[in-house]
């Protein structure tokens, strides 16, 4: 699968953005999907998944209540709604498709290639 990643762009603290992710092929429905971030000297990092078919999702802690996950598998897209942003969002934002697990922990083999999100304060 092949992934698009758009939607980033300049906001200022408080404001929102929606992040969308499409994929290529006729399978995306049995890809569990992922967006990552990656700050400047920082580690890349977890934000949020969604599973095969939309039903469960999964947050990291520091966006909790103000990012949330959704996914068209009628349009082969995944979303990422940002609200409430904070200069502490800025990074780039990669959109990632994982079809497998290992020792209980989900690998993700596809990747976007990112969009950057600057949250000004």
Known sequence: VQLQASGGGLVQ??????????????????????????????????????????GSTYYADSVKGRFTISRDNTKNTVYLQMNSLKPEDTAVYYCAASNRTVGGYREYDYWGQGTQVTVSS
């Not at 290529?24 to 095969?52: C, D, H, L, N, Q």
């Open 13 to 54: 603290t408080g404001g929102s953005l929606r992040l969308s992710c499409a994929a290529s092929g006729r399978t995306f429905s049995s890809y569990f999907m992922g967006w990552f971030r990656k700050a400047p000297g920082k580690e890349r990092e977890f934000v949020a998944a969604i599973s095969w078919s939309g």
